[in-house]
């Protein structure tokens, strides 16, 4: 078998495609690489790893550039990875693949997910790996995607937190730590997760005589459900969690309707206290340090 002639060919008829056919470009693409993965990976398994060297210069010489050793080594990948999964999203482009093709499976699949449902432009991928998103999982959630479990409302939440200092603040406190987080409540969101939406700031509630007020009260539309986030600029203290409960038995008491779930709490504070959140009482509760870029 020619597997030089079967490998220009492809390339070809794609660009034949993408000249043609423009809505499907993205199609042929992924097609058309993942059918010059396997050529590659049958030549070089008869010929050798050298073969990738000898092909990339005649493409390049005759079909002219885009086809380098990288390049052709992506694709020989995308087909390995492609055998691995049997369906990969053609929600995705090639260039998207390109970015995370190299990783581990489950680092993989969770960028196909996360890339696929907030339809992410190369560069908000980009960034997310740049901040080691996956890394700052916590490592029940990614069991959850190994197995393919359900996940619920608070799984994805990051630890710790990346909150921008766009400012530079250098006195810190509660309220400078909130400011910051809605100057970019767009980015504080994505760093929970999937579904969370923004309600208000210092959201009023009247126990017994006194008004309490919440630092941030959002509502996941996935879920169902509202979350309560307070902040804090110390290490996690057993009063924190109290204070977050009585909270969510508010929400949950006089706001909440009987279609929605029950509530979250989300403690955001400078160091974790393991020990606090494991001896505490309700489970809804979550603790997640914060970190300033």
Avoid at 36 to 45: I, Q, R, T
Avoid at 138 to 150: A, G, H, R, V, Y
Avoid at 193 to 201: M, Y
Avoid at 221 to 239: A, G, H
Wanted: hydrophobic share 30%.
């Amino acid at each position: 078998m020619n597997y030089y002639n079967e490998i220009k060919n492809e390339l070809i008829n794609n660009e034949i495609n993408r000249k043609v056919k423009n809505y499907s470009i993205n199609k042929s693409d992924l097609d058309t690489y993942y059918n010059v993965g396997k050529l590659l990976l049958d030549a070089g398994n008869q010929y050798g790893e050298s073969i990738i060297k000898e092909y990339s210069l005649k493409l390049t010489e005759e079909l002219g550039l885009g086809y380098s050793q990288r390049n052709l080594r992506n694709m020989r990948q995308f087909y390995k990875v492609s055998q691995k999964w049997q369906t990969l999203s053609a929600k995705l482009s090639w260039s998207h693949y390109c970015e995370i093709l190299w990783f581990d499976d489950n680092k993989f699949q969770y960028y196909v997910k996360i890339s696929e449902l907030n339809s992410l432009s190369i560069r908000q991928l980009r960034e997310r790996i740049k901040s080691n998103e996956y890394e700052r999982l916590p490592e029940s959630t990614k069991n959850k995607i190994i197995n393919q479990d359900k996940s619920n409302v608070v799984d994805f939440v990051k630890n710790p937190i990346i909150i921008k200092n766009n400012s530079k603040y250098d006195i810190f406190s509660e309220k400078v730590l909130q400011k910051l987080i809605l100057e970019d409540i767009e980015n504080f969101l994505d760093e929970l997760g999937n579904g969370f939406t923004f309600i208000k700031s210092e959201y009023p509630i009247k126990i017994g005589d006194r008004y309490n007020y919440i630092d941030l009260l959002l509502y996941n539309i996935k879920y169902k459900c509202y979350v309560v986030v307070e902040i804090k600029v110390t290490e996690l203290k057993k009063e924190h969690t109290g204070q977050v409960m009585t909270y969510m038995n508010y929400i949950d008491k006089n706001v909440k309707t009987i279609e929605e779930n029950d509530t979250v709490g989300i403690i955001i504070c400078k160091q974790d206290n393991e020990y606090v959140i494991k001896y505490c009482s309700d489970d809804r509760i979550i603790a997640r340090e914060y970190e300033l870029v």
